[in-house]
């Protein structure tokens, strides 16, 4: 933490585990503004992506960097609305994907977009959700990195759905949860270790149930709790992804 004039801000830096050496400032410490709110380290790949307001004091953006200070910083995100932010990212298992969605920040965020990007430089990330008017909500990698899942709600409502793609997004996005979820807004959502099945539950008001289907979308979904009973968390679904698995 650095107090500048403009109050206090946030720099990142990286030390060998040993102990040995200086700690090294990672691409940050030349910036006005330059106040880090997140990170993450790709543990594969060598790269440290964070979230700073670094061009533009307030507005939050995406940077890949790597760890030993050097040069090579990368700013993931595309040239964004000024009432937008980069809110979350996630590296995939592999470390070869960098997902990340942008918002208009807020308790009523609205305007969601999911975005892929090729790391460790592969060009403009992609946008991953299709609803031109949707937001884009909770999103995950599958264990095998192959695929992302992610909510979509449509424009004007706060109910969500579930849906899938591949990370190259050589396809279209598919609909998980189907005709047992009508009317019920996906709240969270748990991948199986094999990358085949999803859990989740869907929520209206006064009843809560916990679904369970391919993660690819094909199939018909299965409601895992018994009729009457409510699921009150996704903390069951390791047990029948388990079983499932």
């Known amino acids: 933490t650095q107090s500048t004039a403009g109050g206090l801000r946030h720099r990142l830096f ?137 909510q979509q709600s449509p424009q004007a409502s706060s109910d969500f759905d579930l849906y899938v793609r591949q990370t190259n997004l050589s396809d279209i996005e598919r609909k998980i949860n189907g005709i047992a979820t009508a009317g019920e807004s996906i709240e969270s959502f748990a991948i199986g270790s094999q990358s085949r099945y999803v859990a989740y539950i869907g929520d209206q008001p006064g009843v809560s149930n916990l679904y369970l289907s391919l993660l690819d979308g094909s199939g018909a979904e299965q409601r895992v709790n018994p009729a009457g009973q409510l699921a009150a968390a996704i903390l069951a679904a390791p047990i029948e992804l388990k079983a499932a698995a």
Do not use: H
């Open 14 to 150: 990286a030390r060998s585990i040993t102990g040995t050496g200086s700690a090294t400032p990672i691409a940050s410490g030349g910036a006005a503004f330059g106040d880090i709110v997140d990170y993450k380290y790709s543990t594969f790949g060598g790269k440290i992506a964070f979230i700073e307001d670094r061009d533009t004091s307030g507005q939050f953006e995406l940077y890949l960097a790597p760890p030993d200070g050097s040069s090579g910083l990368i700013k993931v995100n595309s040239p964004m609305a000024a009432d937008k932010d980069v809110q979350r990212f996630l590296f995939s298992p592999n470390c070869k994907w960098l997902a990340f969605e942008t918002n208009i920040p807020g308790p009523a965020a609205a305007e969601g977009e999911l975005f892929i990007y090729s790391v460790p430089g592969g060009g403009a990330p992609l946008k991953v959700n299709q609803d031109a008017s949707g937001n884009a909500g909770e999103f995950a990698f599958s264990p095998d990195s192959s695929l992302l899942v992610y």
